[in-house]
């Protein structure tokens, strides 16, 4: 499902009544939507723009990958900065800390 502006919300409300997992080059209104959330079922958010649409799977699938045997994602974020390279993180406007885990 692609989020135009004026969807975004709806995105999200599908996504919690739903369980499911937004993964998002939109990083800034999705992390403000978790940030406002008590609980949501997790954020994938690309931290580059203008990546087509296989790049984006080439960085996600190793993500997915990662995360495959993991717990859940509930109220947490994973923010993908290259093929391979991400953070994962409890939902927080603030940014990373030096104590968040460092995966792929």
């Avoid at 008590?38 to 790049?55: A, K, M, N, T, Y």
Wanted: aromatic share 8%.
């Amino acid at each position: 499902m692609v989020a135009q502006e004026s969807r975004i919300p709806e995105v999200w409300r599908y996504a919690f009544e739903h369980d499911q997992v937004v993964v998002t080059l939109n990083r800034m209104d999705f992390l403000e939507l978790a940030g406002d959330c008590d609980l949501h079922p997790g954020l994938i958010v690309f931290r580059e723009g203008g990546l087509s649409r296989d790049e984006q799977w080439e960085w996600l699938l190793p993500v997915l990958d990662a995360l495959a045997g993991a717990r859940s994602l509930v109220n947490e974020v994973v923010e993908v900065t290259g093929k391979g390279v991400f953070t994962r993180r409890q939902v927080s406007l603030a940014p990373p800390q030096a104590g968040d885990e460092q995966l792929g």
